[in-house]
Structure formats: structure tokens, C-alpha cells
Nanobody, 114 residues
């Protein structure tokens, strides 16, 4: 299983970015997929998750601003990030769970600054 994350970059506060996570196989095989982030000096934290059935959950800090979605035909999960804040600056990682196994994509850096 390979996960390819993309879409990071620099954006000013209040701006938007969309992250993509493309899986090498069918995302139906995963129990859940999600996005985590890690800022310098901080632990990796869950940002948003989506189950096979489509249920979603979000960290309190991003509720109302971020939206996770999936395109089963493209085997891709997205994270739409709006109203970005400097504290959203971090390396974002795509994650997939299959049974007891966790898979990680490479990180993509999101920088929010003026």
C-alpha cells in the first residue's frame, strides 16, 4: 500500500488549500483514512478522519474550517482547508487503517503566514 500526499504549500492567513492523498489501491480496502499533522516540537495529531462508510470526525481546532472527503473512483481522499490560521502550519500526513495495520504517506508541508 502506498499513499501519495500532495497539495501543501504557502498560503496567507485566511486562505485555502486542498490536500490530496492518492492510494495505490482501492480505498474501499481501508477501514478508515485520515489526515494528521505535526508542527515543530509538537506531537502528531489527528486533524480529520473518514470511515469506509463515510462518517467523519474532526479535531476541535479545525471544525467548521476543514472538510475531509473521498473520491472512491479516484482512490483519493481530500482535505479542504479554509480560513487557514498560522497555527495550522505543520507537516500534514495521510493515514490509512486496514485491520490492525496503519499506513502513512509522506508528509506535505503547509505554511500559513503573512
Amino acid at each position: 500500500v502506498q499513499l501519495q500526499a500532495s497539495g501543501g504549500g504557502w498560503v496567507q492567513p485566511g486562505g485555502s488549500l486542498r490536500l490530496s492523498c492518492a492510494a495505490s489501491g482501492s480505498i474501499f480496502s481501508f477501514n478508515a483514512m485520515g489526515w494528521f499533522r505535526q508542527a515543530p516540537g509538537n506531537q502528531r495529531e489527528l486533524v480529520a478522519g473518514i470511515t469506509r462508510g463515510g462518517s467523519t470526525n474532526y479535531a476541535d481546532s479545525v471544525k467548521g474550517r476543514f472538510t475531509i472527503s473521498r473520491d472512491n473512483a479516484k482512490n483519493t481522499v481530500y482535505l479542504q482547508m479554509n480560513s487557514l490560521k498560522p497555527e495550522d502550519t505543520a507537516v500534514y500526513y495521510c493515514n490509512a487503517v486496514m485491520g490492525l495495520k496503519n499506513y502513512w504517506g509522506q508528509g506535505t508541508l503547509v505554511t500559513v503566514s503573512s
